[in-house]
C-alpha cells in the first residue's frame, strides 16, 4: 500500500466525502480573505473533532493524525499497523481474562488461537 498521506483508498466513502467537504470549504474560505494559518488551524481542529469518533479504523486514525502531525511518509502504515496490533493483543488478553475469572479452562491450542 501506499503512504497514507497521499491516499485516501483506506478511509471509507462517509468519510472521504467529509474530509473532501472539509477542504472546499476552506479553500472557498480563503478565496474569500480568510488567512492561510487560519485555515489550517481549522482544518485541523476539524480533522481533532473527527478522531474523536469510537468508529474510526486504525488506518482512518493514522491518515488524519498523519495529516495534522505532518507524519512522514511511510510512518502512517506503521503506526496504523502497530496501533492495530495493540488493539488486537489487548482484546485477546481481555477474553483470556473473561475465561479466566468465569473460572473456564482455556487449553493450549485454543489460547493460541485466541492470541494469534
Do not use: C, F
Amino acid at each position: 500500500m501506499t503512504d497514507l498521506q497521499d491516499n485516501q483508498q483506506s478511509l471509507n466513502p462517509e468519510l472521504q466525502e467529509e474530509i473532501s467537504g472539509i477542504a472546499t470549504s476552506l479553500v472557498a474560505a480563503m478565496a474569500l480573505g480568510l488567512a492561510p494559518e487560519k485555515s489550517v488551524a481549522e482544518l485541523h481542529g476539524r480533522y481533532k473533532e473527527i478522531l474523536k469518533r469510537e468508529t474510526l479504523s486504525p488506518w482512518e486514525i493514522a491518515y488524519l493524525r498523519g495529516k495534522i502531525e505532518k507524519w512522514p511518509p511511510g510512518y502512517a502504515e506503521e503506526w496504523a499497523s502497530g496501533y492495530a496490533k495493540g488493539l488486537a493483543e489487548g482484546k485477546a488478553k481481555g477474553i483470556l481474562l473473561v475465561l479466566k475469572v468465569r473460572g473456564i479452562p482455556v487449553p493450549d491450542s485454543v489460547r493460541e488461537r485466541i492470541t494469534s
